[in-house]
Each structure stands twice: as C-alpha cells, then as structure tokens.
C-alpha cells in the first residue's frame, strides 16, 4: 500500500510540471542509508510502466510500481509526505498487519 499525502502530490505536480496524465514510477534505488531495506532508498522518475505491480492514480498522476520492484514494498505500508520545513517529500515506512 503507497499513500501520497495531499502536499506530496502537490509536490510531484509542481516538480514534473507535464500536462496529465503521466506516470511516476516508485522504485528502489541502490544508494542511501534506506530504513526499510539497508543501502537502498526509495527513488522516483517520471516514466511509462512496462509491467505495473501496483498503482495508484491522483488527479491525472498515476504513481506505480514495477512488478520487479514488488519485492522493496512487500509487506509495508508506504507513506510519503511533504516536509514544509525542509520543503523536501520523505518516505515513512511501516510493516503492514
């Protein structure tokens, strides 16, 4: 499950500045000090899916994740939000029930 709090999407459309729809694609990157997987961090691009694993549409965004990423998000709740101090989006990890 990926929620995307109202100011993160705000965040995203701000940032991409396209004309929707289009796709950010979620992904695992491999650098970072990631909490959830150590040395990998959560990372976006904006990108047509080839195989979607999961994903969830906003207003004319839709955020997916590649079925080959899964495997990062597999039993967690991931929650990104906006940071109005740091004016940055952070993702917050929590093991699903």
Known sequence: ??????NAYKWFENEFQSQKPFYIRLYPQY???GKKNKGYSLAFSKE??????EEQEIE???FYVES???W?????????KYSTEAQEIFAFYKESQ
């Open 1 to 6: 499950m990926i929620l995307i709090e109202n």
């Open 31 to 33: 650098a970072g000090f």
């Open 48 to 53: 047509t899916p080839h195989v979607l694993g």
């Open 60 to 62: 004319g965004i839709t």
């Open 68 to 70: 080959n990423d899964a």
């Open 72 to 80: 990062f998000f597999n039993d967690t709740d991931v929650e990104i």
